[in-house]
């Protein structure tokens, strides 16, 4: 069997959410080649080389560069804060490294574009890492939109809802600052929902966005009574249609009180609705107007089963997954695009179509209008 050695940047959250995906996806999926966990790197020399010992990677280095020069190396993983990716995917690419790279794609649509040219120009594979479209009950809702079962569409409603930041005593960290985080709840976790509405229904035309910061100043990390200024938002609501005519309604907030890891999508089409609820991820409410009328109501689509996608090659058909289960799927179609040389969705295009969007939700949050998105 073929492998493929993967070089990782970054061993913090995505790192360890991505070393286990590395290190499960052949013991459960079919897949042409092997991953092996190569080279981890960060930039404090001990706790990288703890963070290998732990994750299972044979190699500990703290430049980047190093990974992107390496030979042996066929796989770079970008896991890092926001303000690196574009240098690494760049680099990467023009060494011939298939690029698989964190969200959101860049700190903005110029960086997006310029490594969307640089996978084109080498002629790598390249994915941009939602894994959120690997849920498998958002992958079925997308089969069933896309066979006509909901009709034509009229309404993309999703909120992506955290609480961490609310207190104004929690510290100025990278998300909240815009030379490494690009955008604040907007970049982190609308980016998700923009990605679920492309991946869902299709192209945006226009938006209108409005962003907050309600907190502006917080205390510097280590150092309690020194206060930095938070230069993200802290919430961005957007209303939004369709190329196809939907509308959108999109909701991103750090300052939901209670909820955690909130992600809820409704979809109204003609014939039907379908509703999903991320703390209950493996569940799909799917309403068909085509019941009997003494019987309609929504039913529930427990999607465990081999029919289902991604779940068969889990457990038994009714024994749920979670979270980390959706990048190993990720990378389980990643592998195969690089076995076969074939691109694999979401790609850097995606990425940068992201970016246009959430620009175009800035501009519009800016001027106080409705914006057109372009391409
Ligand atoms: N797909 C998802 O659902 C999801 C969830 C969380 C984060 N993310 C994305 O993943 C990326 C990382 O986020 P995180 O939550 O893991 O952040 P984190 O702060 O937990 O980890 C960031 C890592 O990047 C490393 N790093 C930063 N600059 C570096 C450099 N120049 N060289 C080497 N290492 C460097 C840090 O040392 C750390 O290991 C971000 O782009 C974020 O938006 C995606």
Redesign the pocket.
Known sequence: MKTLRIGM???????KAHSNAWRQVDKFFPVAATPQLHTL????RAAVKAAAKKYGWSRAVTR?EEVVADPEIDIVDI????D??AEIAIAAARAGKHVLC???LALNVTQARAMLAAVKKAGVVHMV????RRIPALAQARKMIAAGDLGRIFHYRARYLQDWIVDPEFPLV?RLQNTIAGSGAH??INA?IIDLGRFLIGEFSEVCGRMETFIKERPLPGAKRKKGRVTVDDAVVTLGKFKNGTLACLEASRFALGRKNHIQVEINGSKGSLVFDFEDMNRLKYFNNADPDDRRGYRDIIVTEGVHPYVGAWWPGGHIIGYEHTFVHTFFDFIQAVVKGKPVQPTFADGLQNQIVMEAIEKSSRQRRWVKVGV
């Open positions: 940047i970054g061993y913090k959250f995505m790192g790197c960060g930039r404090d980047w896991s890092t804060a926001n690196t990716h964190e969200k959101p890492c939602h894994n959120y990278w970049g982190d998700h």
